[in-house]
């Protein structure tokens, strides 16, 4: 049973161009929530997909969207991308009917030069 | 004040240590609360629920004070394996959102 699966896991951009980041949920699961993660913080809530709508956002630019596909997979999407964009970005899914803790991906480390 | 605070660390204790993390969290009408673990350069993965009984795995013990608003974890007898980034979360409200603590760091020493 597969978890949570990231693409790519590594990834250089420069300034200014647009990004995007693909997730499958582990099997089962429902919904998917994106997280950055910048070196040395916890992860911050960039927003939920559930039934191919998005459901809960934070506090992020929309430069920042996302999209989901019938089959629960998820894509982040970043526009003008800026230096301070560079962090670990990490899927999380959940089954919305168990709500019972959040798998990971291994995350996609983006690098903006 | 933020949602979720933790203390940063790091922690640095021997090998056999006891060691107890706590973090505390904003929102009163929190419903679920979790530690994760973090190794370096790696995903967060679940480490246990914290129950209002409070709960025990093995060497872990995690504890709820919803009347001051913190979690706690319990490490007894350390070991080098457990040096990691152990991370506060928080269900504050619907819909499966959570939020995370910066997180704790952990450095047990031979």
């Known amino acids: 049973d597969a978890g949570v699966t990231q693409s790519p896991t590594h990834l250089i951009k420069t300034r200014g161009q647009q990004v995007t980041l693909r997730c499958s949920p582990k099997?089962?699961?429902?919904?998917v929530s994106w997280y950055q993660q910048a070196l040395g913080q916890g992860p911050q809530f960039i927003f939920q997909?559930?039934?191919?709508?998005?459901?809960q956002r934070g506090n992020f630019p929309d430069r920042f969207s996302g999209h989901q596909f019938p089959n629960y997979s998820s894509e982040l999407n970043v526009n003008a991308l800026l230096l301070g964009d560079s962090a670990l970005y990490l899927c999380?899914?959940?089954?919305?009917?168990?709500?019972?803790?959040?798998?990971f991906g291994s995350g996609t480390r983006l690098t903006v030069v | 004040r933020k949602e979720v605070e933790q203390d940063p660390g790091p922690f640095n204790v021997p090998e056999g240590a006891t060691v107890a993390f706590n973090c505390t969290y904003s929102?009163?009408?929190?419903?679920?609360f979790f530690w994760y673990r973090q190794d370096c350069r790696k995903e967060p993965k679940l480490l246990m629920s914290?129950?209002?009984s409070g709960n025990e795995d093995g060497r872990f013990t995690a504890q709820l004070n919803r009347a001051s608003q913190y979690i706690s974890l319990l490490i007894r007898d350390s070991k080098l394996s457990d040096s990691a980034t152990y991370l506060c979360?928080?269900?504050?409200?619907?819909?499966?959102?959570?939020?995370f603590g910066t997180g704790t760091k952990l450095q047990v020493i031979p």
């Open positions: 979360v928080v269900n504050s409200g619907g819909y499966q959102k959570v939020t």
């Open positions: 099997s089962g699961h429902d919904t």
């Open positions: 997909y559930y039934e191919e709508e998005e459901r």
């Open positions: 914290v129950y209002s």
């Open positions: 999380a899914s959940i089954s919305d009917r168990v709500g019972y803790g959040y798998t």
């Open positions: 929102n009163s009408a929190s419903q679920s």
